[in-house]
């Protein structure tokens, strides 16, 4: 329920309580069902109906065929197996969603009567073959924030949308329920005929079985899956990523002694096999593209609907003030005649009162003679007069000419609205155009960056089932536990990998930029690109030159979220790698920033990157001071905090490159005093962990040893360490002849570890 794979697997003689316990439906006497009815039980109970869904399917492997319980005539079912991830699915069988425990039961009832059975001596009702349940459990996992945040708009309306673009996650899980059929002697069954080739069939693959565990528990670099279609469906469950339980069944007889031995041998073999479990999580991207088509469509929306609005301001604007140019001209006109016609007036009221005077003094010539002096001062006045008519009239002109200038700066205004509201319309046209061309850009690097992401994702998968044992970070997720690996390291010599040619189409400089995207699935999905193209060699110094070790390196210092940490410290180990990037991770303070990294981080993957980057940069003969000067020693040894065998393992296989190029340097006689490591107190560590049960562990610690007690300086701290004790115990019965021949030369090869034998009493 939490993500996890599980198995649940029952092995034993025929007649053992098996089928007792997986299978009993417990009709009868619900205190007596089985481990199969109990589990359905605790699943429906956890589940929610409306977001997570179970689903089954019931098989059974009978005379090395797959037969569908379900539907019995679906009786030969291929097993098909994924190239890239090596993981194994059976598309051909039956699967059936559950809802409630009565159907569950019901199915459950249907198989086993579809079950092959026969009756033995050592059994009434014995099962003639292997019965596997497949439980598929597809779960939503709530309570990751999504917070909306509200974008105000010109006119004041708000605009809603997902603050994060984080998409659902889905976990995807399954539970394999395997009842065996009960392993048998011929001679005790009784069985014969068609029994007898069923009971073959049965200890063939029973037998293969035991074949892969020992190769397990060994650690044989050869396990033999292919020999029977149970080991290759069992494949997850021994020495996979499933959590598997085991329950061994023997019987009480004295008589079955002998088959009681045998199946405790194979538990106790078993218990030595380790899995390695993987959390089956996966981002829901169709939900989150439904999300962002709602969203883009609200956003559309919103700009038409502001659009419009902009439009209806602007006729708005435009119409008023056309109102107020025509208002302008009309007063203008007015006032104008009006003006025109006083004063036309005036003029003819002057006129007439002229030509009276004038006709009264032609007939009066005397008064006209008497009268001639005020003539004269009239006609002056008349002459003022109308000298003041002119003036004004000048000034009315003057008047109707500056409203006409008003006139035309209103006309040349509106002209250049117009040409603004034109201008602006355009710029609104190609800002949209732009914006939409952004979107589609956006929308293509986006989806490239996920398929690169998703690709990486694959390529981890594929990496971590053993396809690249000679890189550091295969997939962000396995350190090498050896630097000197004697397998050759894969070059690109044939296609490039899809991950390789989506960085060719988009561009290296591209996917640097994205990590400083604000957004962090952007970042997370670029830093795994750049991680997993970091574990190609012919990629590093393209990446290096790009700025990405810098990048990478802001990144370890900056961020807070452990996924980018973690990946980001993968990456630079791929890149340590390398010896001239050595020198510039020193340069750039990366030690450092690991140090303070494996200080501050609590996840044991990361600590693991960590660790494995500071354990390829110990392997430099020129960088030993240096880097023990800020902190990386003591960075290794406070690692071991953790306890998890992978951090312990690079913690282990650094200390073995530091002793081993401090050795080299004494030799050669660039090194006098004793080893760094000493001073830094990493030999009580290094004895502690002489005999761990791991192996990567040990064959490094192991070398570490050797190598220290080559100086003879250390010599000393051997001794009073109990150290010596330990090259005694290696040289004896150390699995590895080069590490046991080493120890062997060590030890002869010291007087002061000679004499201290002696006075104990020890022989070589």
């Known amino acids: 329920m939490e993500g996890y794979n599980g198995t649940v697997m029952a092995y034993g003689q025929t007649g053992t309580g098996k089928t007792f316990t997986l299978g009993r439906l417990g ?61 194994v699915s059976l598309p051909g069988a039956t699967v059936v969603e559950v809802r409630d425990q009565k159907s569950f039961v019901d199915l459950l009832r249907v198989g086993e009567a579809h079950r092959v059975a026969a009756n033995t001596k050592l059994n009434t009702e014995s099962s003639r ?94 396990v033999p899956v292919r020999d029977s279609k149970l080991t290759r469906l069992l494949k997850d469950s021994f020495g996979g990523t499933a959590r598997t339980s085991l329950v061994v069944t023997i019987g009480p007889s004295p008589r079955h002694r002998g088959e009681t031995t045998s199946t405790i041998m194979f538990g106790q073999r078993a218990m030595k096999v380790e899995n390695m479990v993987k959390l089956k999580e996966e981002f829901d991207y169709k939900s989150l593209c439904r999300r962002l088509d709602i969203e883009l469509d609200k956003l559309i929306a919103e700009n038409e609907r502001q659009r419009k609005y902009f439009d209806d301001e602007v006729e708005r604007m435009r119409a008023e003030a056309q109102c107020r140019i025509a208002e302008a001209e009309r007063e203008c006109k007015i006032t104008l005649e009006n003006e025109k016609m006083k004063y036309h007036q005036e003029y003819l009221d002057s006129i007439k009162v002229l030509e009276e005077k004038w006709k009264t003094h032609q007939k009066s010539p005397k008064r006209q003679i008497k009268e ?51 201008k602006l319309r355009k710029m609104l046209d190609t800002e949209a155009s732009q914006k939409e061309k952004l979107e589609e850009e956006i929308g293509v690097l986006r989806s490239q960056l996920l398929q690169m992401s998703m690709e990486a994702d694959e390529t981890r998968r594929s990496l971590d089932k053993g396809d690249g044992p000679g890189k550091i970070f295969p997939g962000l997720d396995s350190l090498a536990s050896q630097t000197g690996s004697s397998q050759p390291r894969e070059h690109s010599n044939g296609p490039k990998q899809p991950i390789a040619k989506l960085s060719e189409q988009v561009g290296l400089q591209k996917i640097l930029s994205l990590l400083e995207s604000e957004e962090p699935d952007v970042r997370v999905h670029a830093v795994k690109v750049v991680a997993n193209l970091a574990a190609e060699e012919a990629n590093q110094e393209k990446i290096v030159e790009a700025g990405g070790l810098t990048s990478l390196l802001v990144l370890l210092r900056s961020s807070e979220d452990e996924t980018i940490r973690r990946v980001a410290a993968g990456a630079i180990a791929n890149l340590a790698m390398n010896e001239t990037n050595q020198d510039l991770i020193m340069a750039q303070g990366g030690v450092t920033l690991l140090s303070m990294t494996a200080s501050d981080a609590e996840d044991p993957q990361t600590l693991r990157m960590v660790a494995g980057a500071i354990a390829n940069l110990c392997g430099n003969d020129k960088l030993q001071t240096r880097l023990r000067g800020e902190g990386g020693i003591k960075a290794l040894l406070g690692m071991v905090r953790c306890g998890h065998p992978d951090v312990l393992a690079q913690v282990a296989r650094g200390i073995a490159n530091f002793a081993k190029c401090e050795s080299r340097a004494a030799t050669q006689g660039n090194k006098v005093g004793k080893s760094l490591l000493i001073d830094d107190g990493a030999l009580p560590w290094i004895v502690k962990n002489a005999n761990n049960e791991a192996a990567p562990i040990r064959r490094h610690i192991e070398l570490a040893l050797c190598h220290l007690a080559q100086h003879e300086v250390n010599s000393k701290d051997i001794i009073s360490e109990g150290a010596l004790w330990e090259l005694v115990r290696i040289s004896r019965d150390c699995s590895r002849e080069d590490i046991r021949m080493l120890a062997y030369r060590t030890l002869t090869s010291s007087p002061t570890l000679q004499a201290e034998m002696r006075r104990l009493g020890i022989k070589m």
């Open 27 to 87: 009709e009868e006497d619900t205190a007596a069902r089985g481990i199969m009815v109990r589990a359905m039980e605790d699943i429906l109970a956890d589940i929610a109906p409306e977001t997570d869904s179970v689903s089954v399917s019931y098989l059974q492997l009978y005379m090395e065929m797959i037969q569908d319980l379900l539907d019995p005539v679906n009786d030969n079912i291929a097993i098909v197996e994924d190239p890239r991830t090596g993981d």
């Open 129 to 222: 073959s292997h019965a596997i349940l497949m439980v598929n459990v597809r779960r939503s996992v709530k309570g990751r924030s999504e917070m909306d945040v509200s974008i105000s708009g010109e006119n004041g309306h708000s605009l809603s949308m997902m603050g994060s673009l984080r998409p659902p996650i889905i976990r995807k899980s399954k539970l394999v329920v395997v009842d065996l059929a009960g392993s048998e002697r011929i001679d005790k069954s009784g069985s014969e005929g068609h029994t007898l080739e069923e009971a073959k069939s049965i200890n063939l693959s029973l037998s293969a079985l035991g074949k892969c565990i020992n190769a397990l528990a060994e650690n044989s670099p050869h």
């Open 372 to 422: 001639a002096e005020s003539t004269s001062s009239d006609i002056r006045e008349a002459h003022n007069l109308l000298q003041d008519e002119k003036m004004l009239r000048q000034s009315a002109e003057d008047e109707a000419s500056d409203l006409m200038n008003q006139i035309t700066h209103w006309k040349k205004l509106e002209a250049t609205a117009t040409a603004e509201v034109v």
